[in-house]
């Protein structure tokens, strides 16, 4: 079984479609995979922040099982453990939005598996996941690779990562408490990067792995994983950009990609049909 984790609510639905499409379309693997997908009603600070609904998980749901009938998509509502945890701390108005706090959960929901990957939902794989998945991290609380940026300017705090891609070794970080670490700091200061900053400060042993597993920039021939996430561009002028894969047009026109088109093309079909049925369940009051 090789256990992913996402972490969002209900608008990011395009982008746990979209990876997971890539995963499935780049991995030549019988194993099944199983998506553990934390989210939570979040109205309270902003009324967009609503947990990923029923359907959404059910649609996704039918989706990895149609590639492989043992592949799942386990829908897990983290609201109390956030309320409890987190309500009102200094980070909770972070620079990008609360759920990107909820994977520090992982070692409180039970069930979690001991080896867990964790995945930003602005990615896609250009190769296949046992690339990444089969690294050894036993000796580890986890594998991540340097942040893009961060290894230009930040180059003197050796453990700084990008955070958008994890492989967890759950066991060694409860031990070591790396979570629960996590979570204090999060609850007693603010940070610059939020959780990824109180993951790197909390970290005992961490593996770096290469660029290639979390390629913020470009795309390489060897790239395993293109992370879309926010871009400098120096023409026409020093701008930033924040370019998710499923807005095809402008990853096309930006970009220029053509090699993710497989993806595209089924994203595009399986996003129509589910808002059609998302349609006519309105229409028919839930009757199909």
């Known amino acids: ?3 992913i984790l ?11 479609l979209t990876t997971m499409l890539s995963i499935f ?21 902003d009324p967009s922040y609503r ?18 009938p043992e592949n799942s998509v386990v829908k897990i509502d983290v609201g109390e453990i956030y309320m409890k945890e987190f309500s009102g701390c200094p980070n909770e108005q972070c620079y990008c ?19 867990l990957l964790y995945l930003d939902i ?9 690339k990444l998945w089969d690294i050894d991290v036993s000796d580890y609380e986890y594998a991540a690779a340097p942040d893009h940026y961060g290894k230009l300017i930040l180059f003197f705090i050796r453990k700084f990562i990008n955070a958008g891609v994890i492989l967890f070794n759950l066991k060694k970080s409860k031990e070591t408490g790396l979570l629960k670490k996590s979570r204090d700091l999060i609850k007693t200061k603010k940070l610059t990067f939020a959780d990824e900053s109180a993951i790197i400060k909390s970290t005992t042993r961490q593996l770096k792995i290469n660029q ?22 120096w023409t026409p002028f020093p701008h930033t950009e924040n370019i998710k894969q499923w807005r095809v047009t402008k990853v096309h026109k930006v970009f220029g990609y053509e090699n993710f088109d497989d993806i595209f093309y ?7 049909v589910f808002e059609r049925r998302e349609f006519y369940k309105d229409i028919l009051g839930g009757g199909i």
């Open 122 to 130: 602005d990615l896609l794989f250009n190769d296949d996941i046992r």
């Open 51 to 68: 947990a990923f609904s029923d359907g959404q998980i059910d649609f996704l749901n039918r989706v990895a099982r149609k590639y492989n």
């Open 25 to 45: 379309k780049r991995t030549k693997t019988d194993e099944p995979f199983r998506f553990f997908i934390f989210t939570m009603d979040a109205t309270h600070i």
């Open 6 to 16: 996402f972490c969002g609510n209900d608008r990011v639905f395009d982008g746990a």
């Open 1 to 3: 079984m090789i256990d």
């Open 266 to 272: 089924e994203y595009i079909s399986l996003k129509d």
């Open 212 to 233: 290639r597993f979390n390629d913020q920039k470009f795309l390489y021939e060897k790239t395993v994983i293109r992370h879309f996430s926010k871009r400098l561009f």
């Open 97 to 115: 939005s609360p759920y990107t706090l909820l994977r520090l959960f992982a070692d409180l929901v039970p069930g979690m598996p001991d080896k």
